[in-house]
């Protein structure tokens, strides 16, 4: 199946009372991976990348490498660009036909933040999904970290969709990047949230969050939630694991397939906690 648009993943998802899941990649091992689990699991699903990510390929060859694998994959599944800070990274993913992007600018002004999203906007053609985000989500991805955190403030949800035109909202309500074991969601202030906002939430940070609450987001207007922090740990202690047991190996390609195995076992168990109802 050819790459599709963003918003059918949302347009599906929603109608089900599905949750994608949306899965960074940088290389051939995860993508391999998160579609090998995709496939099992049945559920349509983001691939992503964020822009710390392409300086070794360019957004072409992501897109290529995903597009050429789902080629015999049935699943419903969009090429997404995770945490666009700046509009030339729009224009790039663009440039490379991504269907579905993330304008991040919320550690700046309010103002600011809806101006520049807006832009970007603009710069979407028609079908391709659009994710801002409010609040400053906080940890560390990528050695990236925000100056500051914030929580999304359900008074200005409304204000920020209507103004931007986003079709996904990320939001900051006690998740938070990377590999974080002490964060928690505040369902309080989801709720709060999803009663203001005309559009689905996304949650990120996911790698860090109880599987119990992972499990309850499809209740609070979730319609993704990205994972990128897991699946890396699992390729690098595939590899990682390989060289201790035995410092001279030289099979890259048994270790590679190891690899593989590990992120499709991680992406299917996410995939099936956010979705409780799928058997």
Do not use: W
């Amino acid at each position: 199946m050819a790459l599709v648009s963003g918003m059918d993943i949302i347009k599906e998802c929603t109608s089900r009372g599905l949750v994608a899941g949306s899965f960074n990649t940088t290389n051939i091992e995860t993508t391999m991976g998160i579609v090998a689990a995709i496939e099992r699991v049945g559920v349509p699903t983001f691939i992503q990348v964020a822009p710390t990510n392409v300086a070794l390929s360019g957004y072409e060859y992501i897109y290529d490498m995903v597009s050429r694998r789902l080629e015999t994959c049935d699943v419903p599944v969009a090429l997404h660009l995770d945490h666009g800070k700046s509009l030339e990274s729009v224009e790039g993913a663009l440039a490379a036909k991504f269907t579905s992007i993330m304008i991040d600018y919320s550690e700046y002004p309010y103002e600011e933040n809806i101006r520049v999203s807006a832009r970007a906007r603009e710069m979407c053609p028609p079908g391709v999904a659009l994710e801002a985000e409010l609040g400053s989500i906080g940890g560390k991805e990528d050695d990236v970290a925000p100056e500051h955190a914030s929580y999304t403030n359900p008074d200005q949800v409304k204000h920020f969709v209507d103004s931007v035109g986003c079709d996904m909202l990320a939001v900051s309500v006690g998740n938070q990047h990377g590999y974080a074991p002490n964060a928690r969601i505040d369902f309080d202030l989801l709720a709060k949230v999803q009663a203001e906002s005309p559009v689905p939430l996304v949650i990120h940070g996911a790698s860090g969050l109880p599987s119990e609450q992972l499990g309850r987001l499809h209740e609070f207007g979730v319609v993704k939630v990205n994972v990128a922090a897991d699946l890396r740990n699992a390729m690098i202690r595939a590899f990682g694991e390989a060289y201790a047991a035995n410092p001279n190996e030289n099979s890259l390609i048994r270790v590679s397939m190891d690899a593989v195995n590990a992120v499709t076992d991680v992406v299917e168990a996410r995939i099936r906690t956010l979705n409780p109802s799928v058997a």
